[in-house]
């Protein structure tokens, strides 16, 4: 299992964008710091997509303006076009995300492009930010399974994230979008995926919707991946199914990678802590089993909790 894991958080944007509340700005702000002081490296801030489509997200130039850049840390933002690209590096933005999907069906009803023209949009993307020495990380959605089409073939997942490597992306995050993921499905994909481009190449996304997130995870890294993304609190929802768990909570993966011996830089306590100060402005509890449990040992003594109550 590798030693070293990368985290990739995005509540700040994959979690917020799907949180009915428009969270202040001051707030998002404020969240972004906490989750940098908390030791994370890699941090989603927000997307400059159309304010008409994601309202959540309208603040994304003020967000970047806002927040204190920590050395070392990556400040990424999701971008659907180039004028998004052009928002995003008048932010300067470290690092963009794309996001064209494995499915006829999902493409066309999420993105209003078929799967072949939102790639060649992505390969625009891609060619115009490598021409300013910008990063680009690419989603690929509903990698796992479709909910309008079901199952999708591994080999259409391998052949699309060739491609997206081969237009620059330097890394592809293998996402679970409806939680649908189980633990056979995860060894078969990335055999798939990794025959046609390497295995450090390849990040893991999954959503929490069916109480699989954690045991992907662990097939993911029995398979040799070292990045996951996670997303603070477990904020986002899913919007393929109301009321129900969306992304894998942050706090919920340190507490398996930490028991796990495995170094994220990532400090659990203190992005619980993120994840508390930002909660009252959501407007629902936050679904993190870890966050929703009681302290234990030294930190139950800490905090002055009774362990026996
Ligand atoms: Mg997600």
Redesign the pocket.
Known sequence: MPRDVTIVE?GPR?GLQNETAFVPTAEKIAFVNRLADAGLTTIEVSAFVSPRWVPQMADAAEVFAGITRRPGVRYTALVPNLQGLARAREAQVDEISVFPAASETFSRRNLNQSVRDAMTTVRGICTEAQRTGMRVRAYLSVAFGCPFEGPVAPARVADLSEQLIAFGAYEVAI?D?IGIAHPGQVSELIDAVTARIPRARVAL?F?DTRGMALVNVYAGLEAGISTF?A?AGGL?GCPYAPGAT??LATEDLLYMLDGLGAATGARIDEVATASRALEPHIGHPLPSRVLRSRPVGRRAAESGADPLS
């Open positions: 995005v994959d996402s979008t996304h959503h993304d997303s986002g969306g992304n």
